[in-house]
């Protein structure tokens, strides 16, 4: 079972708050009650990452997802016909690299967790939070128009 959780903070655009991804028994990332500055991240760039490493999945067997909060943390998702996992791993991050790669050679130091998902329920769950996150951006004081119309374009390339 994949879930996917965030809160907006009271902001202006609705970008900053807490993501977390819970996987049967494991969570990635934090989802507080008090709004703790401290501990936001991206919400939009948390949902951007996911939705472009779902679409490069379409072609490429790996995606690695950098932890921009972190020196050393990815996800690695990891699919092929028959099985798909997510996995939080450390490794250095070289110089030059991006948030998603497809090709690249991680020397990797730590497997931290490693969980077979069903690719559909992943896709299914990162569609209908990103569909609702669109939908709080519209609720929110100032709507992030540019970042609304960002992540309907990934969501309708996957």
Known sequence: MVKISYKIFNDVEGMEGYFQIK????????????????FSVSIYSCFS????????????EKVYISDIETPKVWLLIESNMDTTTISKIYAEKPNGSNVIETNINLDIEEVEWKKYISLEQLIQEVKISSMQYIEDLKEQ???AKESIDNLTILLNQL
């Open 23 to 38: 996987i049967e028994d494991v969570i990635y990332g934090l989802l507080l009650e008090p709004e703790l500055e401290a």
């Open 49 to 60: 990452n996911l939705l472009n490493a779902l679409i490069y999945l379409k072609s490429k």
């Open 141 to 143: 004081i100032k709507p």
